[in-house]
């Protein structure tokens, strides 16, 4: 277990809908970042937020959202599904100064998004 | 723009012998690199990184990764492969070594490492 917990493991829905992906970082991290894994694309950055604010934005759709809440815990909603979107969704938490650096980031299992 | 790649879709290696996955990077200023292992179904694990200091790095089992400013690579190396370390190798670089409120990991697309008795 890696500290960082990610729910559902596994998600199916049909396109044009919406889901939330939900993720708890390792416990004294401040920073919480999502990855989009696809075979085609390979690991692509979303989004990082910091202690519940946006820090850095990356290759993220406008369909897609996220947030970072006061207990640390983010979530990712994705909306107006569509079948491309089909993915592994990962979260990873990072410590600040020192402590990240001496642990680099830690990734959750991820949550295998199936678009049907 | 802080760039990865790894330029090997595939490495396969018969068990015993060694191995390199090959990593080169593009960024401004000083690189800050990593080195992620994904095994299949599972998350990305942590296995080194490069902040500053001695070009050899030492990481979890039993992987090394040298730093070659010059070239701009972070090979990841190891003397005697196994069969358990067949798996998705990610390297990554980060424009900052503390993971905080300045950077992200942008990630190269992987190679696969597999290992042969």
């Known amino acids: 277990d890696s500290g960082v917990t990610q729910t559902p493991k596994h998600l199916i829905t049909a396109t044009g809908q919406r889901v939330t992906l939900r993720c708890s970082p390792r416990s004294g991290d401040l920073s919480v970042y999502w990855y989009q894994q696809s075979l085609d694309q390979g690991l692509q950055f979303l989004i990082q937020?910091?202690?519940?604010?946006?820090?850095a934005k990356g290759n993220i759709l406008e369909r897609f959202s996220a947030q970072q809440f006061p207990d640390l815990h983010s979530e990712l909603n994705l909306s107006s599904l569509e079948l491309g979107d089909s993915a592994l969704y990962f979260c990873?938490?990072?410590?600040?100064?020192?402590?990240?650096?001496?642990?680099?980031?830690?990734f959750g299992s991820g949550t295998r998004l199936t678009v049907v | 723009a802080q760039s990865v790649a790894q330029p090997e879709d595939q490495v396969n290696v018969a068990e015993g012998n060694p191995l390199t996955v090959k990593c080169t990077y593009s960024v401004s200023g000083n690189p800050y690199l990593f080195w992620y292992v994904q095994y299949p179904n599972r998350g990305l694990q942590f296995l080194l990184k490069?902040?500053?200091?001695?070009?050899l790095v030492k990481g979890s089992y039993g992987f090394e990764a040298e730093f070659n400013k010059s070239q701009t690579s972070f090979h990841l190396k190891k003397p005697s492969a196994l069969v358990s370390d067949s798996a998705l190798y990610f390297c990554?670089?980060?424009?900052?070594?503390?993971?905080?409120?300045?950077?992200?990991?942008?990630f190269g697309k992987g190679t696969k490492l597999s290992v042969k008795p």
């Open positions: 490069y902040i500053t200091g001695d070009n």
């Open positions: 990873a938490s990072s410590a600040p100064g020192t402590i990240g650096a001496q642990y680099g980031y830690t």
């Open positions: 937020y910091y202690n519940g604010e946006e820090r």
């Open positions: 990554a670089v980060s424009p900052s070594p503390y993971g905080g409120s300045q950077g992200n990991l942008i």
